[in-house]
């Protein structure tokens, strides 16, 4: 196997990308042992970022989806929290950050209105069957009174 490698370290000249053989040499001094020479180690450094913890409402919008989705809020709220979900996995922790923002403000909108329209739906239910209840004593009234 003809090999040709490439130098490592290039001094003043600049670097120079390794080649895949000088890899694979590398790979097999690892393996090996260490070097013979005493040439000068060096090290790679790999900044990883902390996930920031961006909340994307997700279980919220699915509640308000399945069970208040007044003026279908709850289902936009839903859609925004998925695109914050993605948003966040493809790591733009800012349009993460928006996406989610607009589904929380989305959510309290279709809580407050489905809690406003489901108590006002109980007020006209209750007062209407009263209606009702009211006009039907009326009614036995009027006709067995004649």
């Known amino acids: 196997m003809n090999r040709t490698s490439q130098p490592l370290f290039t001094g003043a000249h600049g670097a120079v990308p390794p080649a895949y053989e000088v890899l694979k040499e590398e ?3 690892a393996v ?11 090290t790679t450094v790999i900044n990883i970022r902390s ?10 919008s699915l509640f308000n989806t399945i069970f208040m989705n007044w003026c279908c809020l709850g289902f936009v709220a839903f859609a925004y929290s998925v695109k914050s979900r993605d948003r966040k996995m493809v790591g733009d922790i800012t349009g993460a950050q928006s996406y989610a923002s607009t589904a929380k403000c ?13 108590v ?8 209407g069957s009263l209606m009702i209840v009211q006009a ?5 009234q009027n006709y067995g009174g004649h």
């Open 27 to 29: 790979h097999e001094v």
């Open 32 to 42: 090996l042992g260490a070097p013979q020479s005493q040439a000068p180690v060096t």
């Open 51 to 60: 996930d920031t913890a961006v909340p994307d409402h997700i279980v919220w």
């Open 106 to 118: 989305l959510n309290i909108c279709s809580l407050v209105l489905g809690i406003l329209l489901t």
């Open 120 to 127: 006002v739906l109980i007020v006209l239910v209750s007062t």
């Open 136 to 140: 039907v004593s009326e009614l036995m």
